[in-house]
């Protein structure tokens, strides 16, 4: 019976009224959803052949309506959805990329290669998305469509995708919240974001080292792919000369907290860098990150991991400070976080910070 509507429908195609033509769509439409049980391929093929050549002929209103209706359906006209997927008008498309099930990854890589950040942004809000459609989101989104997708808990995302995102992340501070919030991130990759991002996502990130376990935490620093070092550029001219000095201190049980503060008071600022590295057990680029953008908070993680006193703490602070305007009150105020963090809390996220220094250990990962 249906099979016989359908041709008479059918026959009906080589109507050249558009408004004839749309009814025919909606009448194919009706016909295909009443349908009960499953439909054998023969029938299948021939709705999709005649629902897909009629919703190519119709306004962009005609096919988002059909769109929202295929969006629901189990076993819809694979044609006609992947046309329908790929439309360029995003009205039409985002609802079967947002909510269809029936799409399979090769369906939604075919969209994600061709077509724009609207389409990538629609697909970034499926329920459930896998490694390798992320990974061709985080390719070729731009920032609004990687955030989409960081906030997204559905979406997984491989160990390669989440390092290209907290690159992006490490340059555009929109993302930074995205990016910390996301409990899939590695957490040697978290870390990284520590010295961009403001104060209440430093207190999630340090909460989320909190929460590791020692096997874990090994596992993570393992992980690391980056030298920090390496990221931030050439070493300073005078790094060999201040190393020289410092590894001399060093044979003398000459490298003191006075010593260090001795440093930066005469400007001495690579021997400052070296000796608080060496003293902290952290890596040269990251101190010299701390000192290049006066990052109080985290100069007292160092120094609260590393077990120097309150005191030498602040003396730090308003040397680095200098002639700022109101360096008093800052001392105070992050001498008042110096106190509030626990040692084992500061030697944890410290931990995080860390990179090996000897050659080779870069490509470890």
Not at 9 to 20: F, G, V, Y
Not at 145 to 154: A, P, Q
Not at 346 to 359: E, P, Y
Request: with cysteine.
């Amino acid at each position: 019976m249906e099979r016989t509507k359908l041709h008479d429908l059918i026959a009906l195609a080589s109507e050249p009224s558009s408004e004839r033509r749309r009814e025919l769509l909606r009448s194919v439409t009706d016909l295909f959803f009443t349908g009960e049980g499953g439909r054998a391929p023969k029938e299948m093929s021939l709705f999709d052949d005649v629902m897909s050549q009629l919703a190519s002929e119709m306004e962009e209103a005609v096919r988002a309506e059909l769109a929202g209706q295929i969006a629901e359906t189990a076993e819809p006209p694979r044609g006609l959805l992947r046309d329908l997927a790929r439309d360029r008008s995003i009205a039409v498309a985002e609802k079967v990329l947002t909510r269809s099930e029936a799409l399979t990854d090769d369906d939604l890589l075919a969209v994600a290669h061709t077509r724009g950040q609207a389409h990538l942004r629609a697909i970034s809000q499926r329920a459930t998305v896998s490694a390798a459609v992320s990974e061709a989101i985080v390719e070729r989104g731009d920032d609004q469509t990687l955030g989409v997708l960081l906030r997204n808990d559905g979406a997984e995302l491989s160990r390669e995708s989440h390092e290209r995102a907290i690159d992006r992340a490490m340059a555009n501070a929109e993302l930074h919240a995205a990016v910390v919030s996301r409990r899939t991130v590695p957490v040697d990759l978290l870390n990284e974001m520590y010295f961009v991002v403001e104060a209440r996502l430093r207190d999630q990130i340090r909460e989320r080292n909190a929460e590791v376990d020692p096997a874990a935490l090994e596992a993570a620093l393992a992980a690391g792919r980056k030298s920090v070092a390496a990221r931030d550029g050439a070493l300073p001219p005078d790094y060999d000369e201040a190393e020289r000095a410092v590894r001399l201190l060093k044979l003398r049980n000459g490298i003191t907290p006075p010593v260090l503060a001795a440093f930066l008071r005469n400007r001495e600022t690579t021997k400052f860098l070296v000796a608080l590295s060496e003293m902290a057990d952290i890596d040269f680029g990251t101190a010299r990150k701390i000192l290049e953008r006066r990052d109080l908070d985290a100069l007292s993680i160092v120094c609260k991991a590393a077990g120097f006193e309150r005191s030498l703490y602040l003396t730090f602070a308003l040397l680095i400070l200098d002639r700022e305007a109101n360096a008093m009150g800052r001392a105070k105020e992050y001498g008042e976080l110096y106190e509030s963090i626990p040692r084992e809390a500061a030697q944890r996220t410290i931990r995080f910070w860390r990179i090996r220094r000897q050659t080779g250990d870069v490509a470890a990962a």
